[in-house]
């Protein structure tokens, strides 16, 4: 995804930090992102898929067991002019992971050092094979207004209710029929900042903050997108989703 005059470079967050407690004993001695699908640790697939899309970083952020997550993926080869990798060491800045909103308002002078900037945020337990991180997307967000574009999935039976709305104009709602958030979205610096968010920038305290009440805000005023997407989707959050996951096809990830 290189960088032209109509798409700005992005960087990216793989969120790696969450304990992982439904997944226990399997996340007693290892990372739920470190947890092998079709022969390699779920948050590596997204690694690849990003480097394959040209991002120009990825910062990953790191909580329970986190040494050992920032270990592999030190360990992983740099290809020549791959996106590097960049760690948010949460468990050992403040003791605690700090939620998604805290974690990426912690990681935001990596993510969008300029104002106005924009970044990928991926959950790191979630694998979606055929999901690109692709430059269109980029780009329409890049031409919006929108603090925040989701990408929601078919409600899983774990999760019957859903979390948001897609209006036929492809505008995220918080009401009509729900669908299931995916744990893919891009964002904007901004809705990390005052007004929107009221954590300090770089959440030099280490607050833990929820990132729901973020997306309601901005959906709440229209500045919020959203995609269905109905490819292949698993949030690997206990070891029956885990076998599921490695039941499936093989994944179509790049390698």
Not at 167 to 174: H, K, M, W
Request: proline fraction near 10%; include cysteine.
């Amino acid at each position: 995804m290189p960088a032209t005059p109509d798409l700005p470079q992005v960087r990216a967050l793989v969120l790696a930090a969450g304990r992982g407690e439904r997944m226990r004993p399997l996340t007693d001695s290892c990372p739920k992102p470190l947890l092998e699908v079709h022969g390699q640790p779920l948050a590596q697939w997204w690694v690849q898929a990003l480097r394959a899309a040209g991002v120009a970083h990825i910062i990953i952020n790191t909580g329970w067991l986190g040494e050992m997550v920032e270990d592999h993926f030190r360990r992983l080869p740099q290809p020549a002019g791959a996106a590097p990798i960049s760690f948010s060491s949460e468990a050992r800045d403040f003791g605690h992971a700090l939620e998604t909103a805290g974690g990426v308002a912690r990681a935001l002078p990596l993510l969008a050092p300029d104002a106005g900037g924009m970044f990928w945020v991926i959950a790191g337990d979630v694998f979606a094979p055929g999901f690109t991180p692709d430059s269109d997307a980029v780009r329409r967000f890049a031409a919006s207004d929108d603090l925040a574009h989701l990408w929601l999935v078919p409600n899983p039976p774990h999760k019957a209710r859903g979390d948001f709305g897609i209006s036929a104009g492809g505008r995220a709602t918080l009401d009509g029929p729900l669908h299931t958030f995916s744990g893919i979205a891009l964002y904007r610096r901004a809705l990390f900042e005052a007004p929107w968010c009221d954590i300090a920038p770089s959440n030099p305290q280490g607050v833990s903050a929820p990132l729901a009440p973020l997306l309601r805000r901005a959906i709440a005023a229209g500045r919020a997108g959203a995609t269905l997407y109905t490819g292949a989707w698993n949030d690997v959050g206990t070891p029956e989703r885990l076998e599921a996951a490695r039941r499936s096809t093989p994944a179509t990830m790049p390698a």
